[in-house]
């Protein structure tokens, strides 16, 4: 569970379906939402290593332009700006749809649904609305508004977080490194705030499942989650979204027509 939760976290495919479908083909009976959220955190960790250099230049940048008002600043005060303004936008309507939608629709009908619109999304990104060229200089507050509700969108079960922020920073017309860059950074704050908002309910899993197995969960997502990291920046560069459309689209009706 670790590594499939490692690998897929950052691909636009959903690392909570693939969960889903993952405990369905075993035969296992997950300890609930709490320790997805703790191998979400593991996979966090491998993004602040991974985006070191790029958490500490803009966040030194942000309070350096804070204090100093100094231009060579400017642009990691607004990059950050956007950045909490997209989570904030995550936060709130998360927390408002969660509730609502989270337990209600989280069934294989739903997941087989969502893998198929995530399909249907990246292929219209690449085959309908060409990749834009704005870089982060040129990101608006109205491009953290989209990114913040497309992200908002992966609420439902089956939507991929990575996937809809991706797709959304695309559409406003942001470069591919750009779109990439915030859609990982974006992640920090997101499962930050959950890992904070679950803490109360993780020693009741390690009851359930035990030290020896959450170590073992936990190390996996992490090593895997910086594969991932490095392997789809470096797909990125050389390939396109479509074929992650094709195995949505595959994934989609595997679920639909044998697990549902």
């Known amino acids: 569970m670790g590594l499939i939760q490692g690998i897929t976290e950052f691909l636009p495919i959903s690392s909570s379906a693939h969960l889903v479908i993952a405990q369905q083909l075993m035969g296992l009976n997950m300890p609930g939402l709490a320790f997805e959220v703790f191998l979400h955190f593991a996979s966090l960790l491998a993004v602040l290593i991974y985006f070191r250099r790029d958490i500490v230049e803009i966040v030194t940048g942000f309070f350096k332009y804070l204090s100093s008002r100094q231009e060579q ?8 700006v956007y950045l909490l303004l997209a989570t904030a936008i ?36 690449e ?9 982060a200089e040129q990101m608006t507050v109205l491009d953290a508004l989209w990114i913040g509700l497309g992200q908002t969108v992966a609420v439902i079960p089956g939507i991929s977080r990575a996937g809809s922020t991706l797709v959304v920073a695309l559409w406003c017309g942001l470069e591919k490194e750009t779109a990439v860059r915030f859609s990982f950074l974006l992640s920090v704050p997101v499962i930050l705030g959950s890992t904070v908002l679950m803490a109360p309910d993780f020693d009741m899993i390690r009851l359930q499942t035990g030290i020896p197995e959450l170590l073992i969960s936990f190390a996996a997502s992490f090593v ?15 390939s396109k979204l479509i074929y992650f459309t094709y195995y949505c689209f595959f994934m989609s009706g595997f679920v639909f027509f044998f697990l549902r």
């Open 73 to 80: 600043h400017r642009g990691s005060f607004l990059f950050t």
């Open 90 to 125: 995550t936060g709130v309507l998360g927390v408002l749809l969660e509730d609502l939608l989270a337990d209600k629709l989280k069934s294989m009908t739903t997941i087989a649904i969502s893998l198929f619109a995530t399909g249907v999304f990246l292929f219209l990104i």
């Open 127 to 135: 085959r309908v609305r060409r990749y834009g060229s704005r870089t």
């Open 224 to 238: 895997f989650a910086l594969i991932g990291i490095k392997w789809l920046i470096t797909f990125l560069q050389h």
